[in-house]
């Protein structure tokens, strides 16, 4: 996804593939509905660093993710000349219909509508990435809104070295006194010792351990 591509055409064929294939083929999966149902009524809010847009498609409220590394969804201009977002899923089920060998035609090539230059999809790519401001506010009112209060955070699949998750949900769990960590990861947990007291730490795979959860929750 960061590769230096020689042209335009080539990104974007790369793009529109990509984006053709994880999010306008995808389908809900059993994990997805799991998670779903162990959520249930309560009120909650996702943080990921996924782009692909999944948590949206399997009917999570979009204004409750906080996708933190951009969203597929979404393109920017790529120098950037201003901070507008604009759609890219159309654009890409196009470019990928258009698609050969390879290239999309130069004609269909998205070109930033202020300065005409090159677009990029909304994705981690350093300071040049537009923050979602407007996420990143809604995920603090959350934060403020249950301060105090019972608070769980559920961590799928995240290693020890993420700095973007799982270190600040960590000293989240520390700072909140009703605040309970569960991880579940396949091979690897780690929680820290300032936390171990109101934590869970589970060693499996999400589609195994996902469904037992999920059979508790509704007992």
Not at 136 to 141: E, H, V
Request: charged share 20%; with cysteine; net charge negative.
């Amino acid at each position: 996804m960061m590769a230096g591509w020689p042209s335009e055409e080539e990104k974007w064929a790369f793009w529109a593939r990509l984006i053709h294939h994880y999010c306008g083929q995808y389908q809900p999966t059993q994990v997805m509905n799991d998670l779903k149902a162990i959520v249930g009524e309560k009120d909650y809010f996702v943080v990921t660093s996924n782009g692909e847009g999944h948590f949206e498609l399997c009917g999570f409220d979009p204004t409750k993710i906080y996708e933190i590394e951009g969203n597929w969804f979404t393109m920017q201009c790529a120098r950037p000349c201003h901070d507008t977002l604009y759609s890219s899923l159309e654009v890409a089920e196009k470019l990928s219909a258009a698609e050969q060998g390879g290239h999309v035609p130069t004609e269909l090539v998205p070109r930033c509508p202020k300065c005409g230059g090159p677009m990029d999809i909304h994705m981690g790519a350093g300071q040049r990435m537009i923050p979602d401001t407007a996420a990143q506010a809604r995920f603090q009112n959350f934060l403020k809104t249950y301060h105090g209060k019972k608070l769980m955070v559920l961590e799928l699949g995240i290693g020890w070295r993420n700095q973007l998750i799982k270190a600040p949900m960590m000293r989240l769990v520390a700072s909140e006194p009703n605040a309970t960590y569960v991880t579940i990861n396949l091979g690897e947990i780690y929680i820290v010792d300032n936390i171990k007291e109101k934590s869970f730490g589970l060693d499996g795979r999400l589609d195994e351990l996902l469904p037992a959860l999920r059979e508790a929750c509704e007992a």
